[in-house]
């Protein structure tokens, strides 16, 4: 098995034809990751996803640097990686997060069953405030694992 890095526009590729990633964010030192439904936006270097208020939103909101991972895996020695690091950035219904808002959506129907499973019922111990928010990427990398002799 080898292993390779990824260019941006390798990272790219793989962030457009996946949906799902992991979400890592931290609070007080103690760190948590979910797994979360994206739309990425190659033009404003973001991903966009949506949630109800609940721990990871809270999190978010007071320390916004995020790492999302996003993999395709074959099997053990074929496998994908894409990490980022960026920053959360909660969408609002201002005038100044109108164009985003629409790209988001946009994005977010291109999807089947967009909606699921941030709109789906929660618990009765959580809010059910809805937030539109990105993660604007600051740093991307990747890696690729291939059968020895293979430049896949």
Request: aromatic letters at 10%; a neutral charge.
């Amino acid at each position: 098995m080898r292993i390779r890095e990824l260019d941006e526009v390798e990272c790219g590729a793989i962030l457009s034809r996946n949906e799902l990633a992991r979400l890592a964010c931290a609070r007080h030192g103690q760190p948590y990751i979910v797994p979360i439904h994206y739309s990425f936006d190659a033009a404003r270097k973001c991903l966009y996803a949506f949630s109800t208020v609940g721990q990871k939103i809270d999190w978010m909101r007071e320390n916004p640097l995020v790492c999302v991972e996003v993999e395709e895996i074959t099997d053990k020695k074929l496998w994908t990686t894409v990490l980022i690091f960026g920053r959360y950035e909660e969408l609002t219904d201002s005038p100044d997060d109108a164009s985003a808002r629409r790209t988001a959506q946009t994005l977010f129907e291109g999807r089947p069953q967009w909606w699921f499973p941030a709109a789906a019922r929660v618990g009765s111990r959580q809010h059910h405030e809805m937030v539109l928010y990105r993660v604007l990427i600051d740093r991307i990398s990747g890696r690729r694992t291939s059968r020895d002799g293979s430049n896949a």
